[in-house]
């Protein structure tokens, strides 16, 4: 566990974030089983997503996110249970027109210019955005008349983006959206989606970038072989994967360490000792009071990378 | 985070869409992306010339009885340049934009599915216009053929009704074939059966037994329909060219359908 993760630091930062309030979910899947002949892709699923929230879906290669998305998009028809979207079936027309997506693309046609591709898919929708704005959005500017072949894997990407947002959707599903850029490109699209939250759109993304999921989204979605394992804000994560870890120098024993409430594990080592506790306040005051020569002392968080790993480990 | 940016955008949509413009559009761009795709507009367009400029303006005094040979394999070149167009345009086309993913993104759109399809079909006939049309100048300005505007305006007729017909054998083969081996497949196909079918070289000329293949092809049944126009056409009634056609077409697009219908179910 890495030792700059400070506590009440990742806990700030998370409880900054506008949570909204749950409301009638916009987007849903009830039970959703998806065979694949023999292989069970997803796992009676259920997932819901409420008008504003970002959320992001989280999981192993293979865990079934980009079935959970392609099914709420209609794409794929479940084995059992239903998807739907704004109270509709996702595959019929009207539902389509509020609904953008960013897929996991090899290539869209590569002889078309940025401007005609945004031209093509701005006519399927009843209400799209004026290119002007999808091109700052997307931060496309001063590339409009380049084809998709001359534009370099981050202008592919925001250009997928751009298609994705000029129909002007309330709800935007973005597989992978970040793959492949670099650090730069990808916090320019970190914004992008800040921006498409503050305007009061709803966002369900994968990624397999643990700090993207933790700095974007409002809830986070654990998934794994297909099912859910884990549900919450990315705090409420950790603290689900097993806890704080308290470091610190004391004369305390093993043994009064493990009968304090909410501890999970000591461990005695040459730099002192390191305590896993689900309630760390409590036991930091129990230890406090009864060593007054404990020094050292660090409480730190798990960053979501430990405790995604906990929990997809098993 | 204000109400009203969140309920704002859930209210119905206000504005429409409109149909005309997004199949207007979606053809435009479909015509535009095949003719800026040098290896496809190069070699549908050239081959067909280039054939024709070898062996059909070398005919240009030769006859056989009352049938002038350069202009009788004006009509084969025709039948030729736009099946090559319709196969390649479709059945290369939609495989790679299938396997690139990037139909499944425009299926995740609002896109009508009949707008998709109208535009590869009709970029098919337009491709088939335009080989035909340039054909048809070859062959009057350098093999001294003449033809009548009512048939050069036949001729068109039955380029757009060959490339519809063989643009539903190019949605079958797109369907069919895995997206790197659908260039190297529709040549197997499509150049032994216009072989077969007398698009090159003129069936009579060709061995006895090789001409008794030519009724079980489309392409044979496609040709002997655009011969007729010129009044070159082979002995069996046109109703049964016609039939063949119609039949062949529906099968592909029958087959196409199920296909299609099956993998929706399955995936």
Redesign the interface.
């Known amino acids: 566990m890495p030792l700059n993760a400070i506590a009440y630091e990742t806990e700030l930062v998370a409880a900054e974030l ?1 949570v ?1 309030v749950p409301r009638q979910p ?1 987007a849903a899947l009830t039970n959703i089983t998806k065979r ?1 002949g023999n292989t069970l892709a997803v796992d009676n699923l259920s997932l819901a997503l409420h ?2 929230e970002v959320v992001a879906l989280l999981g192993p290669n293979g865990a079934g996110k980009s079935t959970a998305i392609k099914l709420l ?5 479940p084995t059992s249970g239903t998807s739907r979207v704004f109270g509709s079936d996702p595959r019929e ?2 539902t ?4 953008g ?1 960013m ?10 210019r940025v401007r ?1 591709h945004l ?3 701005r ?5 799209p955005l004026p290119v002007v704005d999808i091109l700052r959005i997307a931060q496309l500017q001063g590339i409009e008349d380049r ?1 998709f072949s001359q534009l370099s894997g981050g202008q592919k990407q925001r250009l ?1 983006f751009a ?1 994705a947002i000029c ?2 959707p ?1 709800l935007i599903f973005l597989d992978e959206p970040t793959v492949g850029l670099d650090i730069e490109s990808r916090r320019a699209l970190w914004g992008q989606i800040r921006f498409l939250s ?4 709803t966002v369900l993304l994968t990624t397999h970038y643990l700090e993207e999921a933790d700095t974007l989204a409002h809830r986070v979605i654990v998934i794994n072989k297909g099912r859910v394992i884990s549900e919450g804000t990315p705090s409420e994560i950790k603290r689900n994967a097993g806890g704080r870890t308290i470091r610190c120098h004391t004369r305390l024993s093993q043994e009064f360490l493990e009968t304090l409430p909410g501890v999970t594990s000591v461990a005695f080592n040459e730099r002192g000792v390191v305590v896993t506790a689900s309630d760390a306040e409590t036991v930091v005051r129990e230890m406090l009071m009864r060593d007054e020569t404990l020094s050292g002392l660090e409480i730190a968080s798990p960053a979501l990378e430990d405790a995604f790993l906990a929990l997809t480990k098993n | 985070m204000a109400t009203s940016a969140i309920t704002q955008p859930l209210s119905a949509p206000t504005g429409s869409v409109n149909t005309l413009r997004v199949f207007r559009k979606e053809t435009r761009y479909e015509f535009l992306k095949l003719l800026r795709a040098k290896s496809f507009s190069l070699s549908t367009i050239g081959f067909p010339v280039m054939f024709y400029v070898l062996f059909g303006i070398a005919n240009r005094n030769a006859f056989s009885g009352n049938i002038h040979i350069a202009k009788y394999m004006l009509g084969g070149y025709a039948c030729f340049g736009l099946i090559g167009a319709a196969l390649f345009g479709i059945g290369v086309g939609v495989a790679s934009e299938l396997a690139a993913g990037w139909l499944e993104l425009k299926r995740a759109s609002p896109m009508p599915v009949s707008a998709y399809l109208f535009a590869k079909c009709a970029s098919a006939c337009a491709f088939g216009l335009i080989i035909v049309s340039i054909l048809t100048a070859v062959a009057t300005a350098f093999g001294g053929v003449s033809l009548t505007a009512t048939e050069l305006i036949k001729m068109l007729g039955m380029t757009v009704v060959g490339s519809i017909s063989f643009a539903s054998m190019g949605l079958l083969l797109a369907l069919l074939v895995p997206a790197n081996a659908a260039p190297a497949i529709v040549n197997l196909i499509y150049l032994p059966m216009s072989f077969l079918s007398g698009l090159w070289v003129p069936l009579r000329f060709m061995p006895h037994w090789l001409q008794g293949i030519a009724p079980a092809l489309p392409t044979y049944h496609l040709s002997q329909l655009m011969l007729s126009i010129f009044g070159y056409q082979d002995s069996m009634s046109l109703a049964t060219h016609w039939n063949a056609l119609i039949g062949f077409t529906l099968l592909m697009l029958g087959l196409s359908w199920l296909i299609f219908h099956r993998r929706e179910q399955n995936s």
């Open positions: 506008p909204p916009i694949y008008p504003g998009l209609g794409l794929i028809a027309a009207t389509r027109t509020r609904v997506a897929l996991q693309v090899a290539r869209i046609t590569e002889t078309l005609e031209d093509l898919f006519s399927y929708y009843p209400n084809t997928l298609l129909g002007n309330d503050a305007r009061g759109k």
